[in-house]
């Protein structure tokens, strides 16, 4: 039982690159989301999944891209990569409230 | 306009006493409220949850109270190990089916031995 596992670990992007980052869990949740974490500023909503095939924008959804065709599945697309992106990405799922959502280790980017 | 807010950036506090955690948010319609502690270098971790009907969870040294009429809510440590230091983050959700987490900017908890 792996939980929630995040690739890459690390990469760096020049800008006006693509890339996806990918996120997988084992566990059968059916809620998926994505958060970025910057000094000072928490963990703020990129995008988030209530199901296979439904996805929705959190408070930060410029310049990312997500889809989600299986329930494992919630890949992260970076259409066009700026330095405003340089952060730490964090992948999560969860079965529902009260459970808590599990965490993968993180995903650090930097764009130069 | 930050909906939940953590006013202390860091707290430390001597090995073996209480450690608390303060968190305040502004939007009434939040009604279940987590706590996530965070190691570097990893994702954060899930600790402790209260719902609104609730005003008290306890769950072996931690211990979440909740004060609704304040909007206020905080994390006790009781007694605090080495191994608690970390950045603790408060987090809240509305009952809107989607389970979005708002979380707070975090407190670095550090415990001196």
């Known amino acids: 039982n792996a939980g929630v596992t995040q690739t890459p670990k690390f990469q760096v992007l020049k800008t006006g690159q693509s890339m996806t980052l990918q996120c997988a869990q084992d566990?059968?949740?059916?809620?998926m989301s994505w958060y970025r974490q910057d000094p000072g500023m928490g963990l703020r909503l990129i995008h988030y999944?209530?199901?296979?095939?439904?996805?929705d924008q959190g408070e930060v959804p410029n310049g990312y891209n997500v889809s989600r065709s299986t329930t494992e599945d919630f890949p992260l697309r970076l259409l066009s990569a700026a330095p405003s992106q340089t952060s730490v990405y964090f992948c999560?799922?969860?079965?529902?409230?009260?459970?808590?959502?599990?965490f993968g280790s993180g995903t650090r980017l930097t764009v130069v | 306009d930050q909906q939940v807010k953590q006013n202390s950036p860091s707290l430390s506090v001597q090995e073996g006493r209480i450690s608390i955690l303060n968190c305040d948010y502004t939007?009434?319609?939040?009604?279940?409220f987590l706590w996530y502690k965070k190691y570097p270098a990893e994702g954060p971790t899930f600790l402790i949850s209260?719902?609104?009907?609730?005003d008290k969870n306890e769950d072996g040294r931690f211990t979440v109270f909740l004060n609704k009429s304040a909007k206020h809510l905080s994390l006790h440590i009781v007694p605090s190990q080495p191994g608690d230091s970390a950045v603790y983050f408060c987090?809240?959700?509305?009952?809107?089916?989607?389970?979005?987490?708002?979380f707070g900017t975090g407190t670095r908890l550090t415990i001196i031995p």
């Open positions: 987090a809240a959700t509305a009952n809107f089916g989607n389970e979005k987490l708002t």
């Open positions: 209260i719902s609104s009907i609730k």
């Open positions: 566990m059968n949740h059916e809620y």
């Open positions: 999560a799922s969860t079965r529902g409230r009260g459970l808590g959502y599990t």
């Open positions: 999944s209530v199901g296979a095939g439904i996805t």
């Open positions: 939007n009434s319609m939040f009604d279940y």
